[in-house]
Each structure stands twice: as structure tokens, then as C-alpha cells.
T-cell receptor, first 112, second 112 residues
Framework: RKEVEQDPGPFNVPEGATVAFNCTYS??????FFWYRQDCRKEPKLLMS???SGNEDGRFTAQLNRASQYISLLIRDSKLSDSATYLC?????????????FGAGTRLTVKP | ETGVTQSPTHLIKTRGQQVTLRCSSQ?????VSWYQQALGQGPQFIFQ???????GRGNFPPRFSGLQFPNYSSELNVNALELDDSALYLC???????????FGEGSRLTVL
């Protein structure tokens, strides 16, 4: 089993659509979870951290289910500028310095 | 505040050659992690350096090696290059205050 697995995509959605990405992780000891965004041929950048209670930042909502070892990212009212690859990231062993492992990424294309 | 910088940005090598990639961490960051990102894949963890020592390693052979210097900058060395080593090599720094990874723009290596 891969350490971090994501929906492979790609997702092609119209502007204004709601889209959800899923991610599972293998190590139940993992403590910290993140979503990064990577634009084409650019470096990844932090989109949001995922807290145990779930968190929301504008149109973006992240949720965590520790029992199922599952993380999700919901994007509401999609914009053209949301087109990117979304990477699920897990601090695998809950230690410092963090040992961050990435999923393969889910590509999103938002169309007019 | 200076961000993470990597050099060179692009390079072409032939099979069997050796390459050294360099990374300057963001000011105040003492941890550097290296990732390999093949086309269409997520970043794969190579290794991490903390206070000049290797602090964790992914599933990469010994011909991938590294260093961290007292100023926390780092090098990634790859010996006996293979065609499959062609990828974007990303360096990320982080500080004790946060788990956020700050990436450089990467070094794109092509092995012919």
C-alpha cells in the first residue's frame, strides 16, 4: 500500500462547480495533514492545513477522518484560477523535523 | 526575507555522469528536504537534513547522497546517472515554528 494515495483525476469541471478530492494514508501514527497546490511547472505551495475538527478557508474546506485514515478537500464555486494539481501531504511519523510524504496529486481543470 | 533558491534551474547530463544540485534554505530555516518529481507524479521524498545530519531517507539508492552546511544550505549529489533520474528535483526548507514546507523552484535534470 502506498503511503499516501489520492484520486488520480483528472477532474474537468465547469466554473461554479463543486469538486471534492480524496486522499488516504497508510500510517495510523501520522499526526499532521496538508493540502498543497502546484501550478504547471511550478513548485508546490501550501494551500491549507487539515485539522482534526476540519477547517474552512473561503471556498475551500478540508476534513480529516482518523478512523478511516482519510482526508478530503472540497472546493466550492470553482474558479478558472483553481486549475492546478492538488497534492495531499502527510507528516508520516508525527515527529520533528517532519517527514512529509506526498500523494501523486490530482489535477483539476476548471473550464469556462 | 529570502526564499528558497536552487541551482542550476536546468541541466542536461548523460548516463553515467554525476550531478550536484544546490539549495539555499529560507532565512531562519534549519531543515532541508529533497524531493524527486517525475513528470505527472507527486514529489517523492529522497532525504532530509537537520543540523547538518541526514535525518531520514526515502526509497532511493546510495548513489543519491547529500550534505548540509553550517549555514543550512544543502547539496544533492547523484552518481552514475540513469535515464530514470530525469526529473524535477525540489528542495524544501522548514523551521521549528511550523511544519510548512517552503519549496524552491526546482532543478530540472534531463539524462540522455
Amino acid at each position: 500500500r502506498k503511503e499516501v494515495e489520492q484520486d488520480p483525476g483528472p477532474f474537468n469541471v465547469p466554473e461554479g462547480a463543486t469538486v471534492a478530492f480524496n486522499c488516504t494514508y497508510s500510517n495510523s501514527a501520522s499526526q499532521s495533514f496538508f493540502w498543497y497546490r502546484q501550478d504547471c511547472r511550478k513548485e508546490p505551495k501550501l494551500l491549507m492545513s487539515v485539522y482534526s475538527s476540519g477547517n474552512e478557508d473561503g471556498r475551500f474546506t478540508a476534513q480529516l477522518n482518523r478512523a478511516s485514515q482519510y482526508i478530503s478537500l472540497l472546493i466550492r464555486d470553482s474558479k478558472l484560477s483553481d486549475s492546478a494539481t492538488y497534492l495531499c501531504v502527510v507528516n508520516m511519523y508525527g515527529r520533528w523535523p517532519p517527514d512529509m510524504r506526498f500523494g501523486a496529486g490530482t489535477r483539476l481543470t476548471v473550464k469556462p | 526575507e529570502t526564499g528558497v533558491t536552487q541551482s542550476p534551474t536546468h541541466l542536461i547530463k548523460t548516463r553515467g555522469q554525476q550531478v550536484t544540485l544546490r539549495c539555499s534554505s529560507q532565512s531562519g530555516h534549519n531543515t532541508v528536504s529533497w524531493y524527486q518529481q517525475a513528470l505527472g507524479q507527486g514529489p517523492q521524498f529522497i532525504f532530509q537534513y537537520y543540523r547538518e545530519e541526514e535525518n531520514g531517507r526515502g526509497n532511493f539508492p546510495p548513489r543519491f547522497s547529500g550534505l548540509q552546511f553550517p549555514n543550512y544550505s544543502s547539496e544533492l549529489n547523484v552518481n552514475a546517472l540513469e535515464l530514470d533520474d530525469s526529473a524535477l528535483y525540489l528542495c524544501a526548507s522548514s523551521s521549528r515554528d511550523s511544519e510548512e514546507l517552503f519549496f524552491g523552484e526546482g532543478s530540472r535534470l534531463t539524462v540522455l
